[in-house]
């Protein structure tokens, strides 16, 4: 897929033996309102997730809880048998109602969001499976042990984590290999910024998800806005070439259910930045 714009961003190697294009996509907004039941138009969804293939993007990142499950359900639909696309998973949140989420880590109900995943997903091992939330009521070396367990029967490939700190990366590393860790961080959100930096040492991939907010950077007339018209490029494009450039284990994943929205984000990852427009988005993100 050399001719592909998503090429444009490189690629990266999840636990040193996973190749794919630094720019994939999230498929968390293929659902429906509140990423719950059914999307609007289950077609389209199939051809969001068939178009982001074709432009090259080989990593796609989902969850059981997106949906529940109509999310994974739309990728095998669409996808399956994967022909070198990575579909990445995660699991330990539990689904009540429309935009509600709530951490459920115990040992049994993870190896049931795994065995069910590879269920739905269609394979016999899932290549990377991130747990979703650390449970506050379960011990991560609790929950984690289990995931271990599932990784040595060949159920896991690679282990990840989402929303954690510097310091219970360092604990579940303790229990198992993480190749992955998947926070909220943007060009106006860097919280993270200490567990980016760690993850750039130690050779994790970060998956950065909400990758494209801009917030009062898109303003018309703004640093932002005088950039993206220097390359002809939206918003959107211009936050995740950003992302893009900051680090090589940002591995930005947006979403969108629209074939139009896919494009325009695969695009981005032509749009190259000189080191004087970095340095600008970087200090007006800040």
């Not at 739309?74 to 699991?91: N, S």
């Not at 510097?166 to 229990?175: H, L, M, P, T």
């Not at 993206?228 to 959107?236: G, L, M, V």
Request: charged share 25%.
């Amino acid at each position: 897929m050399a001719s592909t714009p998503v090429a444009a961003s490189g690629t990266f190697s999840l636990g040193k033996d996973l190749e794919v294009h630094r720019l994939g996509y999230g498929a968390m907004r293929i659902t429906g309102k509140g990423i719950w039941g059914d999307p609007p138009d289950r077609e389209v969804a199939k051809q969001v997730l068939r178009r982001a293939v074709e432009l090259g993007v080989d990593f796609i990142d989902t969850a059981d809880s997106y949906g529940p499950y109509v999310s994974e359900d739309l990728i095998r639909e669409a996808l399956h048998p994967y022909d070198g696309v990575v579909v990445a998973t995660k699991g330990g949140l539990t689904r009540w109602g429309p935009d509600q989420w709530e951490p459920l880590a115990r040992p049994e109900y993870l190896r049931q969001c795994v065995h069910m995943s590879l269920r739905r997903l269609g394979v016999e091992r899932l290549d990377l499976w991130q747990l979703h939330r650390i449970d506050p009521k379960v011990p991560l070396e609790e929950s984690l042990g289990a995931v271990k367990e599932m990784q040595d029967q060949g159920l896991i490939r690679h282990i990840g984590l989402s929303e954690v700190s510097v310091e219970q990366v360092e604990r579940a590393r303790a229990v198992v290999d993480v190749v992955s860790v998947q926070n909220l961080y943007n060009l106006v959100n860097r919280k993270s910024e200490d567990v980016l930096e760690y993850c750039e040492r130690e050779g994790i991939g970060f998956i950065p998800w909400f990758p494209v907010a801009a917030g009062d950077l898109a303003k018309p007339g703004g640093i932002l806005d005088e950039i993206a018209k220097e390359h002809q490029a939206t918003h959107a494009q211009l936050a995740l070439a950003w992302l893009l450039r900051r680090s090589p284990v940002m591995l930005p994943i947006p979403g969108t259910g629209s074939v139009a929205h896919v494009e325009e984000n695969c695009a981005a990852a032509t749009v190259q930045l000189s080191d004087e427009e970095f340095a600008a988005l970087t200090a007006a993100g800040a």
